[in-house]
């Protein structure tokens, strides 16, 4: 049985991971806001002093908001980095001593198809996103030829609370009907709909699998065939 840690495992895509490990039997810890602030250094450092060994990281926490640039606040851009990046830096500070010192250890980071490209509207959440992709190529730089590896998964939008919202605020901008909206964001990708939270759980389970140790460094895209 291997204990995984999936962040902002509560809802959404999170829960979906965390559901896919424990119908495989694995130890499950599933972290909340409620249960750690991942943007807190002192609180992210605790909670894994408590949790004890990691074989899984599954760096998922994220916001998003949309805005033309020359209408981002210095508060948005700041909430981005520190949710979507730095937390994914500290929880996997946390928990990458341990792994190497045991040579086994998987690391997936829930990214997007806006850390492969530019996307309108969406400054401070693509460069945040990016950054997300830049510490997992890192991290894998760094664990190359061990038995950690570090990748991430790339998905279109997705059935979530946050896809949801975006539904909402473009219903509200232009007067589209909530249909039309997710349309709109569905047409995003040559996918053609928005992918299902279980969908990007099986391609997170994919790089932990313990035959996918000769992986590492990857993004996998996961819109259809439209980013590569």
Same mark, same amino acid.
């Given at each position: 049985m291997r204990r995984v840690v999936v962040t902002g495992g509560s809802r959404g895509i999170g829960a979906a991971v965390a559901e896919r490990f424990r119908a495989a039997g694995d130890e499950v810890i599933a972290l909340g806001r409620a249960d750690c %602030? &991942? #943007?807190?250094?002192?609180? &992210? %450092?605790?909670?894994?002093?408590?949790?004890?060994?990691?074989?899984?990281?599954?760096?998922?926490?994220?916001i *998003?908001?949309?805005?033309?640039?020359?209408?981002? #606040?210095?508060?948005?851009?700041? %909430?981005?980095? %520190?949710?979507?990046a730095f937390g994914a830096f500290l929880c996997t500070r946390a928990v990458l001593a341990g792994m190497l010192e045991r040579d086994s250890g998987r690391i997936v980071f829930v990214a997007s198809t806006a850390?492969?490209?530019?996307?309108?509207?969406?400054? @401070?959440?693509?460069?945040?996103?990016?950054?997300?992709?830049?510490?997992?190529?890192? &991290?894998?730089?760094?664990?190359?030829?061990?038995?950690?590896?570090?990748n991430a998964v790339c998905p279109t939008f997705t059935r979530t609370d946050i896809v949801a919202e975006a539904t909402r605020v473009i219903s509200n901008r232009t007067g589209r009907s909530p249909a039309e $909206?997710? @349309? *709109?964001?569905?047409?995003?990708?040559?996918?053609?709909?928005?992918?299902?939270? $279980?969908?990007?759980?099986?391609?997170?389970?994919?790089?932990? @699998?313990?035959?996918?140790?000769?992986?590492?460094g990857q993004s996998l895209v996961l819109d259809g065939g439209g980013v590569q």
């Open positions: %602030d &991942v #943007t807190d250094e002192a609180a &992210v %450092d605790a909670v894994f002093t408590r949790i004890g060994p990691v074989d899984v990281l599954v760096n998922n926490a994220g *998003a908001s949309s805005a033309p640039l020359t209408k981002t #606040t210095v508060q948005q851009w700041r %909430d981005q980095q %520190d949710v979507n850390g492969k490209v530019g996307q309108r509207y969406t400054a @401070a959440y693509t460069a945040a996103k990016h950054a997300a992709v830049g510490l997992m190529r890192a &991290v894998a730089a760094e664990v190359a030829g061990t038995g950690v590896t570090s $909206a997710e @349309a *709109a964001l569905a047409g995003a990708s040559p996918l053609g709909r928005l992918l299902e939270p $279980a969908e990007v759980a099986f391609a997170v389970s994919f790089f932990a @699998a313990a035959g996918a140790g000769a992986i590492n």
